[in-house]
């Protein structure tokens, strides 16, 4: 089958068009005709060999982290699944591969796709969709009436997590640039900064959570915004302890992340908030989660362009600018 491969890893290097053998379809798995795949900046960074250390990949890698397409086959002990379904997911980050005709997943990877999207509507959704729910239900335990400012609202990410914000009925800040205002507000926000005319940290105070996906020193004026006892949560880095404790990495990379994030923990203490990290994991019963919310209007994806999946390429050299409004998609078939 056709893929875009990643043969050794290297900085803002093209991904090879080649052939690879159909994958091998396992008790549990559901075999899917890839109809769209999406990027996510994951991509970039797994290409690029920044996550060696905490995803050893076997080369050549088939990228691509967000698939919608159809069940094709199924392995003996399936399930929840049959030829046909119309499914999307974000398949384990041990078995990644989306920018290919094929994709053999865990079951309890994949959801059902909701009804009213096109594949490449659905393709968006899963990877942002899942760490903005693993974010703000499972670790801040978002409430309805409390205070979030969720940064970079108009970006893969923020797109969905400011609807998901409002949809648990929390008052939600963002950060965007001037051009995207308009889109940010439509998605829901109360409150939109505009990081071109105004310092969010300047002017935003008393939340209850921030969920950083920007820098460190967007990071570090965070903690500003936030009341005692606030939670302050990034998925941008840098990663702690904890997040290397839960997915299994050796005591000395333990040791690398409980330094990495030294300073910050230091500096949360000291306001009197907390610092953690969320790396988001698959997830098919939360994304079946998220289709009843789609399917109910409560969120819409975004979707900014539609690349040919000949042009995988280009749409990488796309996502590299960092200023994509909401998702990029590749239609495969
Ligand atoms: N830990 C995890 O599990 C996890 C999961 C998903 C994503 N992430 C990480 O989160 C980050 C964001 O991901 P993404 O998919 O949302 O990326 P993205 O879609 O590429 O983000 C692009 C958006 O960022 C906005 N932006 C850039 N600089 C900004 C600033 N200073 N203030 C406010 N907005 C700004 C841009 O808006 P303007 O053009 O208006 O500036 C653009 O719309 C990445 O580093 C990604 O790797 C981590």
Redesign the pocket.
């Known amino acids: 089958m056709k893929a875009f491969i990643v043969d050794r890893y290297k900085s803002k290097s093209a991904l090879r068009l080649g052939d690879m053998p159909e994958p091998e379809v396992r008790d549990h798995d559901v075999l899917v005709a890839i109809h769209a795949a999406s990027l996510?900046?994951?991509d970039?960074?797994i290409r690029d060999g920044e996550f060696k250390l905490i995803l050893p990949y076997r080369l050549p890698l088939i990228l691509g982290n967000d698939v919608a397409g159809v069940v094709v086959r199924v392995g003996s002990k399936v399930q929840r699944f049959k030829p046909g379904d119309e499914v999307y997911a974000r398949p384990r980050q041990d078995r990644i591969g989306t920018l290919a005709e094929f994709i053999a997943m865990n079951e309890a990877d994949v959801a059902l796709k909701p009804t009213n999207l096109t594949m490449e509507e659905a393709a968006s959704i899963p990877?942002?969709g899942?760490?903005a729910w693993?974010?703000l239900i499972e670790r801040a335990q978002l409430k309805r009436g409390q205070k979030v400012l969720i940064?970079?609202?108009?970006?893969?990410?923020?797109?969905f997590a400011i609807q998901l914000a409002k949809h648990i009925g929390a008052t939600v800040a963002?950060?965007?640039?001037?051009?995207?205002v308009d889109l940010v507000k439509s998605l829901g926000a109360d409150v939109v900064?505009d990081?071109k005319k105004e310092d969010f940290s300047q002017v935003l105070n008393g939340y209850d959570v921030v969920v950083n996906?920007?820098?460190k020193s967007?990071l570090e004026k965070s903690l500003k915004v936030l009341k005692p006892s606030g939670k302050l949560i990034?998925?941008?880095?840098p990663p702690d302890a904890a997040f290397a404790k839960e997915s299994g990495l050796n005591g000395f990379l333990q040791q690398v992340m409980r330094l990495l994030s030294f300073g910050i923990r230091k500096q949360a203490r000291r306001h009197g908030v907390s610092y953690s990290?969320?790396?988001?994991?698959a997830n098919g019963e939360q994304l079946s989660g998220i289709t009843s919310l789609v399917e109910a209007g409560a969120i819409r994806p975004v979707v900014?362009r539609i690349f040919s999946f000949q042009a995988t390429n280009e749409a990488m050299e796309y996502?590299a600018?960092?200023?994509?409004?909401?998702?990029?998609v590749i239609k495969v078939r």
């Open positions: 996510n900046q994951l970039a960074k990877l942002v899942l760490t693993q974010v940064h970079a609202g108009s970006g893969g990410f923020g797109s963002a950060t965007t640039s001037t051009a995207n900064i990081y996906s920007l820098d967007t990034s998925i941008s880095g990290f969320v790396f988001m994991r900014d996502l600018t960092g200023r994509a409004k909401g998702k990029i």
